[in-house]
C-alpha cells in the first residue's frame, strides 16, 4: 500500500519520495537513469511531479527488446538515447569470455557508464533481490565515477510500483503483460535457463547472433593461445579431444 497507517502516524510513500527528490536536487540538476521497465517509469513520473531540474537517459545495449525500445520512443520521447561505441557481440569478442552472473562486464560498459560527475537518480528498490536489499537511499559510485545514487522508491513493493502506475494511469511496456517480469538485455544470465530460454524462444535471430558471437569469441581466444572457457579444461578431464 502506498498510504499505510501505523502505530507511528500515517506513510505516505509517495509523498515521501517526492520529497525525498526535492531534497537533495543539485544545482545542474538530475541525471535521471531512465531503463524503460515499470520502477523507470514510476521514478520518471515522480522526478516530474517532485519539480526538480532534470535530464533523462536510456542506454542501447544492442540486445535490447525491441518492443521496449519502441516504448521509450513512442511515450517517452523527452528521453535522450545513448548509442554504445561496442555492440553486445563485439564485447564477447574483446573480452574473449561470455556475460555470466559473476562477469557481468557487459553492464558496466554498455548500461552504467553515463552520469559521471553527476546526481544519478534509479528505480532501485531493496525488493528486486538480495543484492539489492543491501543498497543504501544515497550512496556514492563504487567504481570512481564521481557518481552519486539517488533511490527513491527503494523501499518500495512490487505491488507499490503497479498501484502507482494504475493509480496515475501510466503506459508501461506490453511485455509485462505478456508476461515478462523483467525487460533487461535480452539473453542475460540474471534471468536464468528458463527466462533466457523464454526469451530466445521469442528473439531467435539474438539467439543466433550470440551464437556467432561465441564463434568468433572461441577462436579470438585459441588465437591469443587463452584456453576456452571451461569446454577445453572439460574435454581433457574426459579424456575427449
Not at 42 to 55: A, E, H, P, Q, T
Not at 205 to 212: F, N, P, T, V
Request: charged fraction near 30%; glycine fraction near 10%; aromatic fraction near 10%.
Amino acid at each position: 500500500m502506498l498510504v499505510e497507517n501505523t502505530l507511528f502516524g500515517t506513510i505516505d510513500k509517495v509523498a515521501d519520495s517526492i520529497a525525498r527528490i526535492k531534497h537533495f536536487e543539485p544545482p545542474e540538476g538530475y541525471y535521471v537513469a531512465f531503463s524503460g521497465g515499470k520502477d523507470s517509469c514510476v521514478i520518471l513520473d515522480l522526478v516530474k511531479r517532485s519539480g526538480v531540474k532534470y535530464d533523462a537517459h536510456y542506454n542501447l545495449t544492442t540486445v535490447d527488446p525491441p518492443e521496449l525500445v519502441k516504448f521509450i520512443r513512442r511515450e517517452h520521447p523527452e528521453v535522450e538515447i545513448h548509442r554504445p561505441e561496442k555492440s553486445m557481440w563485439k564485447l564477447i569478442v574483446s573480452n574473449q569470455i561470455p556475460p555470466t552472473r559473476l562477469a557481468r562486464y557487459c553492464c558496466r560498459i554498455l548500461k552504467e557508464g553515463g552520469g559521471a560527475g553527476r546526481r544519478v537518480v534509479t528505480g532501485v528498490r531493496w525488493a528486486e533481490s538480495v543484492k539489492r536489499g543491501k543498497r543504501k537511499m544515497v550512496e556514492d559510485c563504487h567504481q570512481g565515477k564521481r557518481k552519486v545514487y539517488l533511490h527513491p522508491v527503494i523501499d518500495w513493493t512490487d505491488a507499490d510500483i503497479w498501484e502507482y502506475i494504475r493509480t496515475n494511469s501510466l503506459h508501461y511496456c506490453s511485455l509485462y503483460d505478456e508476461g515478462f517480469k523483467r525487460l533487461g538485455c535480452i539473453g542475460c544470465p540474471i534471468a536464468g535457463k528458463v527466462g533466457m530460454n523464454k526469451e530466445f524462444g521469442r528473439y531467435p535471430k539474438l539467439k543466433a547472433s550470440y551464437l556467432r558471437a561465441f564463434g568468433r569469441m572461441i577462436k579470438a581466444r585459441d588465437e591469443s593461445g587463452r584456453r576456452r572457457h571451461g569446454l577445453v579444461d572439460k574435454r581433457k578431464r574426459q579424456g575427449r579431444p
